[in-house]
């Protein structure tokens, strides 16, 4: 909103300031009462603001417009139309002196249907990616294996005790003309001492003639925040959150008028 201001002047007899808060500019314009007010009638005297003078057409006014020596308006960044939210990459990595493993969750895939909604048509996953050391603090990601944990495998690394082991195999080529080419075995094997699970990954690969074995212990404390890890990204590859998000009250509303019964009720009163 604007500003007025009417003030006496020495020199010109009356400026009038007009200023916008919300600028940095702001305009002026002076001139002398007895130029702005002429005569309107010789014997009728008019009152403005609490000062008795004549009304009358204003002229001979001056207007000046100076923007602010010391603030510049500032420009409005907008986002480049189409531009989406940048992709961010996350990870938990250990390393050891014979391997290093990295561990990174992967998204879920939604398919749309025709009603213009999304069904989640695959999981999400956790990648585990093992390199072999190639010296001192040094390892080699050329040589790096990976395997992925589905969210029920996940769910079996959470309920391990610490004297729990468990076991995974993987076949990439499964249902394929090619089966049984490629074996991957995953073994979390507690340590002899207690401090920790042993991650122990073997791949035959027959098409390529590998056959690699890479082991890293992990410590209890480094196995507590792959738990913890786990417990919170589950959801997500799940891809409840998304559905959660879309969660509506009037949706509810019109679900409850159509089967005034809902599922929750026939089940608890059984």
């Known amino acids: 909103?604007?500003?007025?201001?009417?003030?006496?002047?020495?020199?010109?007899?009356?400026?009038?300031?007009?200023?916008?808060?919300?600028?940095?500019?702001?305009?002026?314009?002076?001139?002398?009462?007895?130029t702005i007010f002429a005569p309107l009638s010789s014997n009728t005297p008019k009152s403005f603001s609490g000062l008795?003078?004549?009304?009358?057409?204003?002229?001979?006014?001056?207007?000046?417009?100076?923007?602010?020596?010391?603030?510049?308006p500032q420009q409005q960044q907008q986002q480049p139309h189409g531009a989406s939210t940048p992709k961010v990459f996350v990870g938990y990595s250990i390393y050891k002196g014979k391997?290093?493993?990295?561990?990174e969750p992967r998204s879920p895939e939604f398919s749309p249907l025709d009603s213009g909604a999304f069904k989640l048509s695959k999981e999400g996953m956790v990648m585990l990616q093992f390199a072999p050391a190639a010296g001192v603090r040094q390892y080699d990601w050329s040589r790096?294996?990976?395997?992925?944990?589905?969210?029920?495998?996940?769910?079996?690394?959470?309920?391990?005790?610490?004297?729990?082991?468990?076991?995974?195999?993987?076949?990439?080529?499964?249902?394929?003309?090619?089966?049984?080419?490629?074996?991957?075995?995953?073994?979390?094997?507690?340590?002899?001492?207690?401090s920790g699970h042993f991650f122990n990954l073997s791949?035959?690969?027959?098409?390529?003639?590998?056959?690699?074995?890479?082991?890293?212990p992990v410590t209890k404390a480094e196995f507590a925040v792959?738990?913890?890890?786990?417990?919170?990204?589950?959801?997500?590859?799940?891809?409840?959150?998304?559905?959660?998000n879309s969660f509506k009250p009037e949706d509810t509303s019109r679900s409850n008028t159509a089967n005034p019964r809902s599922g929750a009720e026939l089940e608890w009163n059984r």
């Open 1 to 34: 909103m604007s500003n007025f201001s009417l003030s006496p002047s020495p020199t010109s007899g009356f400026s009038l300031n007009l200023q916008n808060p919300t600028k940095t500019s702001y305009l002026s314009f002076s001139s002398s009462i007895n």
């Open 52 to 72: 008795t003078h004549k009304a009358a057409l204003p002229r001979n006014l001056s207007l000046t417009c100076r923007h602010s020596d010391y603030f510049e």
């Open 99 to 103: 391997a290093a493993l990295t561990v």
């Open 144 to 194: 790096k294996q990976v395997f992925s944990l589905s969210v029920t495998e996940i769910g079996s690394i959470i309920s391990l005790g610490a004297k729990d082991s468990c076991e995974f195999f993987h076949d990439p080529n499964k249902g394929r003309s090619d089966e049984g080419r490629v074996r991957k075995v995953l073994k979390v094997e507690p340590l002899p001492d207690g």
């Open 203 to 216: 791949v035959q690969n027959k098409l390529i003639n590998l056959d690699e074995n890479i082991y890293i």
């Open 226 to 244: 792959l738990v913890s890890a786990f417990n919170f990204v589950m959801p997500y590859l799940l891809g409840w959150h998304t559905a959660v």
